[in-house]
């Protein structure tokens, strides 16, 4: 009975191991939003990049030349605007829980 006495009124390392919880806590939530804060901001360098390959000038033109043995016709290339061509084109949309019929 000395020995479980003992371990009951011991509180040795109690509070060691509550500040631990606690410094442990703070720093996953840290953590989780600077994680969160990392992926916004890779998706906005990843639109960035990809709206600088969108606004590249595709279109070429090589004229033709003409003799008097014979001649090359020219060729030509027009390049379209794609649909996500601006910045700005991905945006965050809210999330539908299980019972949600927005489908």
Not at 3 to 9: K, P, Q
Not at 13 to 27: R, W
Not at 43 to 59: K, P, R
Request: hydrophobic letters at 40%.
């Amino acid at each position: 009975m000395t020995t479980f006495a003992a371990l009951i009124n011991d509180e040795s390392g109690f509070i060691v191991s509550a500040e631990l919880v606690l410094v442990s806590t703070i720093a996953v939530l840290a953590m989780i939003v600077g994680l969160s804060e990392v992926a916004i901001n890779v998706n906005h360098e990843l639109e960035d990049v990809g709206s600088a390959f969108g606004s590249i000038n595709q279109t070429f033109c090589v004229k033709g030349i003409k003799g008097c043995q014979g001649y090359s016709s020219g060729t030509e290339f027009r390049d379209n605007i794609d649909s996500c061509d601006s910045n700005s084109d991905i945006m965050g949309v809210s999330t539908q829980g299980e019972g949600s019929s927005n489908y």
